[in-house]
């Protein structure tokens, strides 16, 4: 599944292990998400949404 | 700056609990093996010696207390990449105890047989949990 988790992450100047923190996960995650080696669950997702302050559509796209 | 290479506060603390957890049992396993060995009399004819030689398996208990907590501490992503692990391990140290077996019913003798399957299974748990993190 693709994703913006790096585009918006960036854009807000967090290090991935900031972010690791701010959802409770380990950095090692934040980095498979982010390079599409794991799609999070839903918990995650949502965690995720709120520290963008977006929508999960926004952030993630199935792709075709 | 974005660096992405730094370690994040929860990742340390769940490193620094598994450590606590982990390496007092470790120690003390590796404290009972020794003394077992070297006082237990194992070769010799005391019917003590089938106690002492179950004794280690009390701080490989404490080992596996900690192991399964540390499960419970990571993350979903951590907990897929090291079951992946565990599933080659075991599934290395079935097909070898299996292969093992047939060779005995044909005749082959297989000296220190317990040590190869517990070799092949945690030498199957490393390289399946290295091969999961880099794919």
Partial sequence: MNNRV???????????????????????????????????SLPIAFALARVFDTRIEELFDPGA | ???TLDTAHGDRERTAAYNRDFWPGMVAY??????VLAWGGLDGTSPWRFL????????????LRAVVRHL????????QLVFRGLSVGFGTAMIVSLTAGFAMIAGFT???????????GMIGWVVGQAIASRR
Avoid: C, F, H
């Fill in chain 2, 52 to 63: 002492w030689v179950a004794l280690p398996v009390l701080p490989a208990l404490w080992v």
């Fill in chain 2, 1 to 3: 700056m974005t660096r």
């Fill in chain 1, 6 to 40: 790096r585009e918006r992450r960036e854009s807000r100047r967090l290090t991935q292990a900031a972010l690791a923190d701010l959802l409770g996960i380990s950095r090692q995650s934040v980095n498979a998400i982010e390079t599409g080696k794991y799609d999070p």
């Fill in chain 2, 30 to 35: 590796g404290v009972v093996l020794a003394g």
């Fill in chain 2, 72 to 79: 419970g501490r990571i993350d979903d992503y951590q907990r």
């Fill in chain 2, 110 to 120: 297989w000296i220190g047989l317990p040590w190869v399957i517990y070799g092949a």
